[in-house]
């Protein structure tokens, strides 16, 4: 089944200490999203890529970048953690204007 | 910019009855997309239904449909029959081009 694939679904890493979040998609979508979710909160936009091209959001903070090689896969590098940003991240493609296709999320938790 | 606003943070229905979440919007488009997102607790955000603005007839998908007018940019859903599978977070969304906004979220709970 075409699908979106996040990894991991639940990462734990230090305060300050660099992580990576990957994302991979199935479904040949040419736009992606990234997003943070924190508790019964409304997802909140970070960046996405349009093919190649990256669009960031004017709030989204320097410590957050991302990577997309090729149209299967997009990467979230958080450079610095800080505990604030401990939350879901979710990640979503889509095709021209339509819905938007969600992975299952990764939890970062920030010790 | 355009917003999206959910005024129920919180609704409660009884199996088998019939429940309307609230949206309203703004912006100054007249092509867009709206769309009803829900989320169960732990589990991943799937699409429930789908407006284009364009189109005057309010969509259905089985127990779920949605009163849509554009003038007063509301976008309600109506879950008919509700069941208790239906218990989740309901995300109103808006989008234009790649520019896509979501509500707060409305809590629904499943009362059986």
């Known amino acids: 089944d075409a699908m979106v694939i996040q990894n991991p679904r639940y990462q734990v890493t230090q305060f300050g200490k660099p992580v990576t979040l990957s994302c991979s998609q199935t479904?040949?979508?040419?736009?992606m999203y990234w997003y943070q979710q924190k508790s019964s909160q409304a997802p909140k936009l970070l960046f996405h890529y349009y093919d190649k091209d990256f669009n960031n959001e004017a709030d989204t903070p320097d410590n957050f970048q991302s990577r997309r090689p090729n149209t299967s896969f997009c990467f979230l590098d958080i450079r610095s953690p800080g505990l604030g940003d401990a939350a879901m991240y979710l990640c979503?493609?889509?095709?021209?204007?339509?819905?938007?296709?969600f992975g299952p999320g990764t939890r970062l938790t920030v010790t | 910019a355009q917003t999206v606003t959910q005024s129920q943070p919180e609704m409660s229905v009884q199996e088998a009855e019939t429940v309307t979440l609230s949206c309203t919007y703004d912006?100054?488009?007249?092509?867009?997309?709206l769309f009803w997102y829900k989320q169960p607790p732990s589990r991943q955000m799937i699409l429930v239904i789908r407006?284009?603005?364009?189109?005057?007839q309010n969509a259905t998908e089985n127990r779920f449909s949605v009163n849509f007018q554009k003038a007063a940019k509301s976008f309600s859903l109506k879950i008919s029959d509700s069941q208790l599978g239906d218990a989740a977070m309901y995300f109103c969304?808006?989008?234009?081009?790649?520019?896509?906004?979501f509500g707060a979220g409305t809590r629904l709970t499943v009362k059986p």
């Open positions: 969304a808006y989008r234009k081009h790649n520019d896509m906004r």
């Open positions: 979503a493609t889509s095709s021209k204007r339509y819905e938007q296709y």
């Open positions: 912006t100054s488009e007249s092509d867009y997309y």
């Open positions: 407006q284009e603005a364009y189109k005057q």
């Open positions: 479904l040949n979508h040419n736009v």
